[in-house]
């Protein structure tokens, strides 16, 4: 079993993105020091209560000079807003300034992003998105390539930087197509972490399902907000205020923006932004998302019982992921959490027989 630590970068009131991102680095450096497995940032765009991690592999290159042991997973690269042989040299390059400890995914990202980045929602969107994933596996893959097809037209290409090795690989997001495509070429995926597993038991169910049928082990990160302390009553008093804006930051773009059109988003394959679901997660009441498993919230015994309970309904999971500084919440806080995590729940999770890892890139 692997853990690791997730954030989002939510950049809410009080904070310079300057001290967020000085934070998030001593944040890295104690958990490479307490064991931690991997550190993994999300690649997201214009909306900065939701993140302002614009440039995840800037954030790993610079971790990497402060750590020695811990990974770095890019959790997504968005390919609608890169050029996927352009993105191959730069996970090469990220994977050299980090020492070989990089791994990272792939997304088609969130629903309102494209209008802002000038990328049509249409019909087009999810095919050349499809597209686009082939084509940076193939240039991953062959030390010279070239591809014909219906978006992209490339003669005789190649990658500088080559990489050397292969990558652990994952995908994450909300549609079937998500969990078939992972499925089909092995890589693992991982669960949005604001989510019970109800939300996603069909798409999880998928998953293990098109694995077996192309015979492959299931990879699944589970990531979730954690919040902990030795006393119940002071860990729920604590994490109330960062756990509700972490919730909210993650409905913002639909909440304080204009929302794109819904035939628009259903049109392109993000009907899951068209169907509300997002703007009422943020009217849950915060004693709900902690008794319906949106977050972990209590003791360390509260949050062991929480994960063997998911592992229990979910088989496949090899890594836990924990989010621990989003929605503003204080340094101190997150230091917190990450000591007693890797103290008291950490070795207290056993280990899952048998885990497939992901297949490589």
Not at 135 to 144: D, G, H, K, M, V
Not at 168 to 195: I, K, N, Q
Not at 203 to 209: G, K, M, V
Not at 339 to 358: C, I, K, Q, T
Request: hydrophobic share 40%.
């Amino acid at each position: 079993m692997r853990f690791s630590l997730y954030t989002e970068m939510q950049l809410h009131g009080g904070k310079t993105p300057e001290q967020l991102y000085a934070e998030v680095l001593e944040q890295i450096e104690n958990a490479d020091r307490l064991g931690y497995d991997c550190y993994a940032s999300i690649e997201h765009f214009f909306f900065p209560k939701f993140s302002v991690s614009a440039h995840p592999t800037a954030l790993f290159a610079a971790a990497a000079q402060r750590t020695k042991s811990i990974n770095f997973r890019t959790m997504l690269h968005v390919l609608p807003y890169h050029n996927p042989m352009v993105l191959a040299s730069e996970i090469a390059v990220t994977d050299i300034l980090t020492g070989g400890r990089y791994e990272w995914g792939v997304g088609r990202g969130h629903g309102w992003i494209p209008e802002k980045a000038g990328v049509p929602l249409d019909e087009h969107a999810r095919p050349k998105y499809e597209e686009a994933v082939d084509l940076l596996f193939t240039a991953l893959s062959n030390e010279r390539f070239s591809h014909s097809g219906t978006y992209f037209e490339v003669g005789d290409s190649h990658v500088v930087p080559f990489p050397t090795r292969s990558f652990r690989v994952f995908l994450g997001g909300t549609s079937d197509r998500t969990y078939e495509l992972a499925a089909e070429h092995g890589w693992g995926v991982a669960v949005p972490p604001l989510l019970p597993y109800k939300a996603l038991e069909q798409q999880l169910d998928l998953y293990r399902e098109r694995c077996a049928e192309h015979g492959n082990e299931p990879d699944i990160v589970w990531i979730h907000a954690c919040h902990l302390d030795p006393d119940r009553e002071t860990a729920l008093r604590e994490a109330r205020d960062w756990v509700t804006k972490f919730i909210y930051g993650n409905s913002s773009p639909l909440l304080e923006y204009e929302k794109p059109a819904a035939d628009d988003l259903n049109k392109a394959g993000y009907g899951f932004y068209a169907a509300g679901i997002m703007e009422q997660l943020a009217e849950v009441p915060f004693e709900q998302l902690v008794e319906e498993d949106y977050v972990w919230v209590g003791t360390p015994d509260d949050v062991v019982e929480r994960i063997e309970e998911t592992r229990q309904i979910c088989p496949g999971i090899s890594e836990i992921g924990i989010t621990v500084n989003a929605g503003g919440a204080p340094h101190w806080m997150a230091i917190k959490n990450q000591e007693l995590f890797a103290s008291e729940v950490m070795p207290r999770v056993p280990e899952v027989v048998p885990v497939g890892a992901a297949k490589a890139a």
